[in-house]
């Protein structure tokens, strides 16, 4: 069971500078790290609060000096907003400077607000994204390439910079699309997935769309496909402290849920309102949902999740908000320190006894 951790780089308020932001989503990293964390994971959003990451490849590069051993990926490029020639480039740039440790997440986008200020329709971000998947192998691993699509053209030529994993990283694809994760599946993808804030009856219905997918596309979800669970969590005796970080993630949520809804409300065009809505789930709710409470709680809550789902790899989202950054990098460690490894020999043993 491989672990990492979410960083969406998010900005609650002007209390916040994004220099902070952003020296927290790296300390983060570094702890993760410290920690035993298998992968950072970084978001691509753009021009207003929801988060401060624009370049997830940039973030990564910068990372990747900072730290050794852990793996460190894109959640996810938005493709349609790239030129394919640019992005091909940077991507073996990317992985050459993290000494292969680059995971390459990708997805389609979702927020009309970024499409429109970079050009692009978003009505045509699906087959944008679909050509993209024709030329990200081509590009990494041939030496010479060319492609002629709809909206991708690309004469013949070669990425100069070449990709040190062989033979390319590893490509992650998230998506609503269920004709789009079966691609994913046909072609040897990684699937990276989430039930939100939702709880294991969200979770059983997220498996059985995802068995479904896998065979109808000649595959076996356990054996032949690997993909990773977006989660929040929070281990503490702290009340109060567990309180705040849901407080977050509901923060999360709702400023997300404004944003693909079209319906986002800001005073200066910049910082995106938080309004609460109808379908606004309560803190007795998330406590339900969500691996939250004792450490054994947690530890017990999440190994329910996996047996269920059975995912590969799960990403703990802990940059969320404007959560308190010691206190985040402590929970990082404390995940390291006793969550990881209980979750670990527990799975484990299980798979030893099958």
């Known amino acids: 069971m491989e672990f990492g951790v979410f960083i969406l780089a998010q900005q609650r308020g002007y209390h ?13 990293t570094v702890m993760a790290e410290q920690a035993g964390f298998d992968t950072a994971w970084y978001a691509e959003h753009h021009f207003n609060n929801y988060s401060l990451s624009p370049s997830p490849l940039m973030t990564v ?40 440790r680059l995971d390459l997440g990708v997805g389609s986008g979702y927020q009309q607000f970024e499409f ?29 390439f060319e492609y002629e699509g709809q909206f991708l053209k690309i004469p013949r030529s070669s990425i100069a910079v070449r990709c040190l994993q062989d033979p390319m990283p590893p490509l992650w694809v998230t998506s609503g699309n269920p004709v789009t994760l079966g691609r994913g599946v046909r072609e040897n993808h990684n699937l990276f997935v989430t039930a939100l804030l939702n709880g294991n009856d969200a979770i059983a219905g997220l498996r059985g769309r995802l068995e479904k997918i896998a065979a109808d596309n000649g595959k076996d979800l356990d054996r032949d496909v690997k993909f ?20 977050c993630a509901r923060f999360q949520r709702r400023i997300s849920e404004s944003l693909k809804y079209r319906r986002a409300q800001s005073d200066d065009g910049y910082m995106v309102k938080e309004v609460p809505s109808d379908t606004d789930p309560t ?32 990403a703990l989202q802990t940059q969320l908000g404007d959560f308190d950054q010691k206190t985040m990098l402590k929970q990082i460690a404390l995940w390291g320190e006793r969550i990881i490894p209980a979750i670990r020999k527990e799975v484990g043993e299980l798979r030893v006894a099958a």
């Open 61 to 100: 590069a910068h990372a990747a000096a900072k730290t050794h051993r852990i793996r460190l990926g894109t959640a996810v490029c938005i493709l349609p907003l790239y030129h394919p020639a640019r992005f091909l480039a940077e991507v073996g740039f990317v992985d050459t400077v993290s000494n292969g």
């Open 228 to 247: 990773g669970f977006l989660r929040c969590g929070y281990a503490s005796d702290n009340k109060a402290e567990i309180d705040a970080y849901l407080d």
């Open 283 to 314: 803190f007795e709710q998330l406590r339900q949902n969500l691996p939250v409470g004792s450490v054994n709680q947690v530890i017990d809550k999440l190994l329910e999740e996996i047996s269920i789902l059975r995912p590969k790899h799960i």
């Open 16 to 28: 916040q500078t994004s220099r902070e932001v952003i020296g927290n989503s790296i300390e983060q």
């Open 116 to 144: 429109e200020r970079f050009g692009v329709d978003i009505a045509e971000s699906g087959a944008i994204f679909n050509e993209f998947l024709d030329v990200i192998p081509q590009g990494l691993t041939q030496k010479i």
